[in-house]
Each structure stands twice: as structure tokens, then as C-alpha cells.
């Protein structure tokens, strides 16, 4: 229960929707902040006025955007509600990141970090078990069939 401006939220368990609607919004987040290497130092242009303030906008609504997705659970309620709650939010409420604080940070203690990361760690053990199968069903039919050529009797 987290209380934002005397209006009490409830905040559940993630679920994967929320997982990946949350990822997709943080990963939207376009490639402006540093460059990688020192080539794309060298090949960036530079920004012009409106490009840097659509930037800023887009980085002040992010906190709205991610508190309407952990209060939204459930694939229904975040394909419908989204788009109008976190523009509640930011236009109407116009919480401040200072106010949304609490909120998300309740949210990050909602995510099951521990199932997801040892879900990904045996599906990462089973990928390289299905690998070296394959590696070994390779070697086995290249050596098969390098041993029948060689059984092969020879036409002269």
C-alpha cells in the first residue's frame, strides 16, 4: 500500500505482461544518452533544439508510464487503462518523479527477480545441452560417413 498525494495504491505481484510492457518502455529509450564506441562518437550528429526537448518530454513522462503499468495488473486492465492512466498521471494529477517515487520503488520490490533469473539461467543450461547434442549428432554422422567411404570398395 503506498500512499501518493493522500490516495492510497495498491500495488500486486508483477506479472510477465507487466514484465514486458515494462521492459519495452525501458528499452524504448533511443540510443542518445552516450556512444558506445568512439566510431559512433565521431558519426554522431549533432541534435537540434526540438529533437533535445521531445527527448526531455519523453524521459518526464517515463515515470507516470512505469507506475500506470505496476498498478495495472493483468493483461486486460493494461490493454485497456494504460494509455488513459499514465496520461492521468503526467496531464491531469501531474504527479512529480519526487511523488511517484514510493510507488515505484514498492513496484521493483514487486518483480519475482528470483523465479525469472533461475527460469533463464536452466533454459541458458538446456540451450547448451540441445548444443552440444547437435555438436555430438554432427560428429557422429560426419565420422559415419567418412568410415563408409572408406568401406566403400573403389571403382577402377
Same mark, same amino acid.
Not at 507487466?18 to 525501458?26: D, F, I, N
Not at 488513459?84 to 515505484?104: C, N, P, V
Given at each position: 500500500?503506498?500512499?501518493?498525494?493522500?490516495?492510497?495504491?495498491?500495488?500486486?505481484?508483477?506479472?510477465?505482461? +507487466?514484465?514486458?510492457? &515494462?521492459?519495452? $518502455?525501458?528499452? !524504448?529509450?533511443?540510443? =542518445?544518452?552516450?556512444?558506445?564506441?568512439?566510431?559512433?562518437?565521431?558519426?554522431?550528429?549533432?541534435?537540434?533544439?526540438?529533437?533535445?526537448?521531445? !527527448?526531455?518530454? %519523453?524521459?518526464?513522462?517515463?515515470?507516470?508510464?512505469?507506475?500506470?503499468? #505496476? &498498478?495495472?495488473?493483468?493483461?486486460?486492465?493494461?490493454?485497456?487503462?494504460?494509455?488513459? $492512466?499514465? !496520461?492521468?498521471? #503526467? =496531464?491531469?494529477?501531474? =504527479?512529480?518523479?519526487?511523488?511517484?517515487?514510493?510507488?515505484?520503488?514498492?513496484?521493483?520490490?514487486?518483480?519475482?527477480?528470483? +523465479?525469472? &533469473?533461475?527460469?533463464?539461467?536452466? $533454459?541458458?543450461?538446456?540451450?547448451?545441452?540441445?548444443?552440444?547434442? !547437435?555438436? %555430438?549428432?554432427?560428429?557422429?554422422? $560426419?565420422? %559415419? &560417413?567418412?568410415?563408409?567411404?572408406?568401406?566403400?570398395? +573403389?571403382?577402377?
Amino acid at each position: 500500500m503506498v500512499l501518493v498525494r493522500g490516495k492510497k495504491f495498491n500495488i500486486r505481484w508483477v506479472k510477465k505482461g +507487466q514484465m514486458v510492457k &515494462l521492459g519495452r $518502455l525501458l528499452l !524504448r529509450k533511443p540510443k =542518445y544518452d552516450t556512444p558506445v564506441t568512439e566510431q559512433e562518437a565521431k558519426d554522431e550528429t549533432p541534435l537540434d533544439a526540438s529533437e533535445i526537448i521531445t !527527448r526531455i518530454k %519523453e524521459d518526464a513522462k517515463l515515470s507516470c508510464k512505469a507506475s500506470a503499468i #505496476y &498498478l495495472l495488473d493483468g493483461f486486460w486492465k493494461l490493454k485497456f487503462n494504460y494509455w488513459w $492512466l499514465w !496520461r492521468w498521471f #503526467y =496531464y491531469i494529477k501531474q =504527479y512529480s518523479d519526487d511523488e511517484l517515487k514510493d510507488l515505484l520503488m514498492e513496484g521493483k520490490k514487486k518483480v519475482p527477480l528470483k +523465479q525469472f &533469473l533461475e527460469a533463464t539461467i536452466l $533454459l541458458t543450461e538446456a540451450k547448451d545441452t540441445v548444443m552440444m547434442m !547437435r555438436t %555430438e549428432e554432427a560428429e557422429r554422422i $560426419l565420422h %559415419e &560417413l567418412t568410415t563408409a567411404q572408406r568401406t566403400q570398395p +573403389q571403382k577402377e
